[in-house]
């Protein structure tokens, strides 16, 4: 077909259709790219980095044990993050994890004794207390007190250390008589220096 044809009935229901199709195509377009976000700007928003590693807590019998110093060792990635999160989940249900007094000894050894009074592993004539005692007297008594205190907790991390308070350190109370190796499941969220 020569450019100086004149119109052909076909020509002209091919260009209404063409018109019909795009115009609104194109009338969309401009309306939508009015709500698109800006283009990104060379400085880019800082992102969010994950860390997560098993650590090892040496076997211990009943007691409460301060393990701040032993858990930061264990996680040198600490120190790479300007603000963040650290949870520490312990994988197991007759011990537990806690925030508390990192000064005296006593605390700890008065924790043990409370916690004791609270669920005992026997009655006042040495009778058994419990139905569940699968693993022994100490059994029951133990997963009480890990329901109690708790599995897990959330320390924040604020130019590459732990935040805590003055007097606060991360502690592993363990519930049960014999020594037990115990994991905890460490979980580092945050922004890292650039």
Known sequence: ?????PPTRTNTTVLILILTLALPLSIYQTLTSRNQPPAPTTQEAPSTMWVQKQLTLPPASRGSYLVTDRITAQLPEIASYRVGLLNLFVQHTSCALSLNENWDEDVRHDMTDALERIAPYEGENGEELYRHNAEGRDDMP???KSALIGASVTIPIKDGKL???TWQGIWYLEFRTARHTRKVMATIQGEKYQ
Request: proline share 9%; no cysteine; aromatic share 0%.
């Open 1 to 5: 077909m020569s450019p100086h044809a």
């Open 142 to 144: 133990a997963h009480i």
């Open 163 to 165: 935040a805590t308070g």
